[in-house]
Nanobody, 124 residues
């Protein structure tokens, strides 16, 4: 059973870069056809798909975040990371990492495995 765990700072100052790491257990991030994604939920709003990285190290980004987002991986640690630059208070949200087997998808309900989420607040 694939398990995911987010980690990173809970508080980030405006204009800084948010960096989050997702540690995967129970499976390898290089296993064929798995896609590893970042999803967030701002307070009072729905889930937002931000982007994904594939088993083959291909990346996919939502147009809403593409200019500020980078997703990468460290296969030696079985981790993948999110970097979101130039953050503002509107980036305050619970951030989730998630995974699915199959084609990449920007539909959040297509993801089968989820971390518990980590709260990130952007404030001076």
């Amino acid at each position: 059973q694939v398990q995911l765990q987010e980690s990173g700072p809970g508080l980030v100052k405006p204009s800084q870069t948010l960096s989050l790491t997702c540690t995967v257990s129970g499976g390898s991030i290089t296993t064929n056809y798995y896609y590893w994604t970042w999803i967030r939920q701002p307070p009072g709003k729905g889930l937002e798909w931000m982007g994904a990285i594939s088993y083959a190290d291909n990346t996919y980004y939502s147009p809403s975040f593409k200019s500020r987002t980078s997703i990468s991986r460290d296969t030696s640690k079985n981790q993948f990371t999110l970097q979101l630059s130039s953050v503002t208070p509107e980036d305050t949200a619970v951030y989730y990492c998630a995974a699915r087997f199959g084609p990449n998808s920007d539909y959040v309900d297509k993801y089968d495995y989820w971390g518990q989420g980590t709260q990130v607040t952007v404030s001076a």
